[in-house]
């Protein structure tokens, strides 16, 4: 699990630096992301495309992320100072440990 912690952070440094290139490589072709204001994608290549028509970067303006912490074979990052309330991120994994699964939401 220490090695998907690290590979939930380097995508979070990735989306936060507008490295869409990179991002992308860390995720698996089937990938399947879940926004409640975007609402789903599926695919690595339409995650590309709604990475990449995001305005300026990839992080959410004013918000500190917390460091991932594991939570089942999953990992969760929650984020404080949206003014929604705190915003969470629950990333999970193929077998190769690319990321099969982003589920953003609100609460922690």
């Known amino acids: 699990m220490a090695d998907r912690l690290e590979i939930a952070k380097q995508y979070m440094a990735l989306q936060a630096a507008g490295d869409v290139d990179g991002a992308v490589a860390l995720l698996a072709d ?48 929650v984020g404080d100072g949206s003014p929604f309330g705190p915003l969470r991120i629950v990333i999970s994994f193929a077998a190769d440990d690319k990321i099969k699964k982003v589920d953003i939401g609100l609460g922690s």
């Open 30 to 77: 089937d990938v399947t992301i879940s926004n409640p204001m975007t609402g789903t994608t599926t695919g690595k290549d339409a995650a590309a495309a709604g990475m990449r028509s995001r305005p300026g970067g990839g992080a959410a303006p004013g918000v500190t992320w917390r460091e991932p912490v594991a939570d089942g074979d999953n990992v969760k990052i």
